[in-house]
T-cell receptor, first 109, second 115 residues
Framework: GQQVMQIPQYQHVQEGEDFTTYCNSS?????IQWYKQRPGGHPVFLIQ?????EVKKQKRLTFQFGEAKKNSSLHITATQTTDVGTYFC?????????FGQGTELSVKP | DGGITQSPKYLFRKEGQNVTLSCEQN?????MYWYRQDPGQGLRLIYY???????QKGDIAEGYSVSREKKESFPLTVTSAQKNPTAFYLC??????????????FGPGTRLTVT
């Protein structure tokens, strides 16, 4: 079936450490989106990647889309306590947006 | 303020009862969606609508029903046929009708508990 696998499921870091979450699809994606959901909140759109090999940055966040458009990553440099939450990728597979399971990030001050 | 509203925030029902969750948007978005979120899982699409008076089943439509009589409203009914209705329900919308390639705006969600 259509799936977007996201790892790890949980990540606990010390404030100031880096964090990366990965998404993988068995099929080519037309585009991939990233969302952040704070504890008790709702998902908020972060970014969309469309082109093969695309890299986009938002302050300490770096998003990459693989050359084959089957994988993507989100990297946070020097995490802060405000980064806590669950990060979801969502891949466009044949016109359907399929969400990964999410990576829950906790940051210890 | 533009946005999506969902009500109520928390809802409790007895097993065997139908319940309708409200979703309203004033963003003038064409497409609206309903997702279900369970612990440790991603969002799963229940239904979506790209235009008034039309809607499509998502991946887990069984036990749910929707209507789209107005552009700004997309209520979801959780019927007694839904085997595991307790979950966090999220409504979303996007401008245009290309449902998988546009930013989705989410409402605050309704947490439904059925006992």
């Amino acid at each position: 079936g259509q799936q977007v696998m996201q790892i790890p499921q949980y990540q606990h870091v010390q404030e100031g450490e880096d964090f990366t979450t990965y998404c993988n699809s068995s099929t080519t994606l037309s585009n991939i989106q990233w969302y952040k959901q704070r504890p008790g909140g709702h998902p908020v759109f972060l970014i969309q990647l469309v082109k093969s090999g695309e890299v986009k940055k938002q302050k300490r966040l770096t998003f990459q889309f693989g050359e084959a458009k089957k994988n993507s990553s989100l990297h946070i440099t020097a995490t802060q306590t405000t980064d806590v939450g669950t990060y979801f990728c969502a891949g466009n597979q044949g016109g359907k947006l399929i969400f990964g399971q999410g990576t829950e990030l906790s940051v210890k001050p | 303020d533009g946005g999506i509203t969902q009500s109520p925030k928390y809802l409790f029902r007895k097993e065997g009862q139908n319940v309708t969750l409200s979703c309203e948007q004033n963003l003038n978005h064409d497409a609206m969606y309903w997702y279900r979120q369970d612990p440790g899982q991603g969002l799963r699409l229940i239904y979506y609508s790209q235009i008034v008076n039309d809607f499509q089943k998502g991946d887990i439509a069984e036990g749910y029903s929707v209507s789209r009589e107005k552009k700004e409203s997309f209520p979801l009914t959780v019927t007694s046929a839904q085997k595991n209705p307790t979950a966090f329900y999220l409504c979303a919308s996007s401008v245009g009708t290309s449902v998988a390639s546009l930013e989705q705006y989410f409402g605050p969600g309704t947490r439904l508990t059925v006992t």
